[in-house]
């Protein structure tokens, strides 16, 4: 059964300073990892997923196999940024996810 | 398209009395996921439908949890009886296929 660890369910940053949301899964195929966000009174929506490579609002996030991993990092942390952030994980064939306990990010002004 | 559309979007009551929740989904979309979120336990699917049809229930919780979509617009998640550890926030979201999954706004449900 796959498994999404988050470690840290609150991390708080100061404006401008790097940031790095920890997530780690256990999984023995060939996941799809995903990370989703929930802003304060808002709906629970896509950030970004690892086959995209892509960089949304300044984040990224590389999936690394060897440590099973998927680790999300901004360098320069706003405070707009400040919400509860999921990692997401999928398998094979599946259409549900399974996410982690999530992490409540605060950045500081 | 209004998104992801849930009723009601929160719900107050007793211990022992029913509560349904209901979801209507992105038309066009042929998956619709109800999650349960808490602190302590974050984010958990409790079930899944693909074209109307439940493929996994492992994630309610117990005999007092059932969940149906009689049509491809519309589903229900049901408590009966209710108890204090079933607060929550309730989110359904949907999907087309394996694309990206849409969260409605969520209902948040207080049993006293």
């Known amino acids: 059964a796959q498994r999404v660890t988050q470690p840290e369910k609150l991390l708080s940053v100061f404006k401008g300073a790097p940031v790095e949301l920890k997530c780690n899964y256990s999984?023995?195929?060939?996941?799809?990892l995903f990370w989703y966000v929930q802003y304060s009174r808002q709906r629970l929506q896509l950030l970004l997923r690892?086959?995209s490579r892509e960089s949304i609002k300044g984040f990224t996030a590389d999936l690394n196999k060897g440590e099973t991993s998927f680790h999300l990092k901004k360098p320069f942390a706003q405070e707009e940024d400040s919400a509860m952030y999921y990692c997401?994980?999928?398998?094979?064939?599946?259409?549900?996810?399974?996410f982690g306990s999530g992490t409540q990010l605060t950045v500081l002004p | 398209d209004a998104g992801v559309i849930q009723s009601p979007r929160h719900e107050v009551t007793e211990m022992g009395q029913e509560v349904t929740l209901r979801c209507k989904p992105i038309s066009g979309h042929n998956s619709l996921f109800w999650y349960r979120q808490t602190m302590m336990r974050g984010l958990e699917l409790l079930i899944y439908?693909?074209?109307?049809?439940?493929?996994?229930d492992s994630g309610m919780p117990e005999d007092r949890f059932s969940a149906k979509m009689p049509n491809a617009s519309f589903s229900t998640l049901k408590i009966q009886p209710s108890e204090p550890r079933d607060s929550a926030v309730y989110f359904c979201?949907?999907?087309?296929?394996?694309?990206?999954?849409?969260f409605g706004p969520g209902t948040r449900l207080t049993v006293l």
């Open positions: 999984y023995s195929g060939s996941p799809e």
């Open positions: 997401a994980l999928r398998s094979g064939s599946a259409r549900q996810l399974t």
């Open positions: 690892h086959i």
């Open positions: 439908f693909n074209n109307n049809v439940p493929i996994d």
């Open positions: 979201a949907s999907s087309s296929d394996r694309g990206e999954q849409f």
